[in-house]
């Protein structure tokens, strides 16, 4: 198995621009996740899915939109990017959000600066 | 979820055990206590979890204390690549609270 996979590994844009960052993953997990890391700083949660077709806002969802089409894949779009979303994102997946299958599994991270 | 407080950063030798600390005084009878670690450049990867009673694996031991409003990870002996954010979440499973939400964490130094 893959684990979480996550594309591009960077990314620079310029504001305004939009762009997807590319999450899946391999091991039929239900949920998935986005989150931020600003500099110094804990995981924010952005957005959240707990299976296909349903999504949900996390902690700190503006400027961001997420769909979940498939089991697999959980792509979050920025659509005007901004300097305040230079961040690096890690998204997450897990069997359920319930004990004992709520292990979550972080990809590698997408690290993004907008200028 | 309720809140944790853990030291900002420690440090340790290698090879010597390392007690990370985690305070939740305002911890409910259904938080589960979850201890995630981030190595540099890397997604946080899970390290444990317990509710009441104190839980190894092949990574740590988590000792909880008998009020559950403090927790320990131990690890045994520290290595090198043992260096990382380690990060003590409450999780809580009614709705959408089972999401993990993280604090600052604890930065850990292994000296060789």
């Known amino acids: 198995n893959a684990g979480v996979t996550q594309t591009p590994k960077f990314q620079v844009l310029k504001t305004g621009q939009s762009m997807t960052l590319q999450c899946a993953q391999d091991?039929?997990?239900?949920?998935m996740s986005w989150y931020r890391q600003d500099p110094g700083m804990g995981l924010r949660l952005i957005h959240y899915s707990v299976g296909a077709g349903i999504t949900d806002q996390g902690e700190v969802p503006n400027g961001y939109n997420v769909s979940r089409s498939t089991t697999e894949d959980f792509p979050l779009r920025l659509l005007s990017a901004a300097p305040s979303q230079t961040s690096v994102y890690f998204c997450?997946?897990?069997?359920?959000?319930?004990?004992?299958?709520?292990?979550?599994?972080f990809g590698p991270g997408t690290r993004l600066t907008v200028l | 979820d309720a809140k944790t407080t853990q030291p900002n950063s420690m440090e340790s030798n290698e090879e010597e055990p390392v007690h990370l600390p985690c305070n939740h005084s305002t911890i409910s009878g259904t938080d589960y206590i979850h201890w995630y670690r981030q190595l540099p450049s890397q997604g946080p990867e899970y390290v444990i979890h317990g509710l009441t009673s104190n839980v190894n694996n092949r990574m740590a031991s988590l000792a909880i204390a008998e009020d559950r409003k403090s927790s320990t990870l131990i690890l045994h002996r520290a290595t090198l690549r043992d260096a990382a954010v380690y990060y003590c979440?409450?999780?809580?499973?009614?709705?959408?609270?089972?999401?993990?939400?993280f604090g600052k964490g604890t930065k850990l130094s292994v000296k060789p």
């Open positions: 091991m039929n997990h239900e949920y």
């Open positions: 997450a997946s897990s069997t359920s959000l319930l004990p004992p299958t709520d292990t979550q599994y």
């Open positions: 979440i409450l999780r809580n499973y009614g709705g959408s609270q089972g999401n993990l939400i």
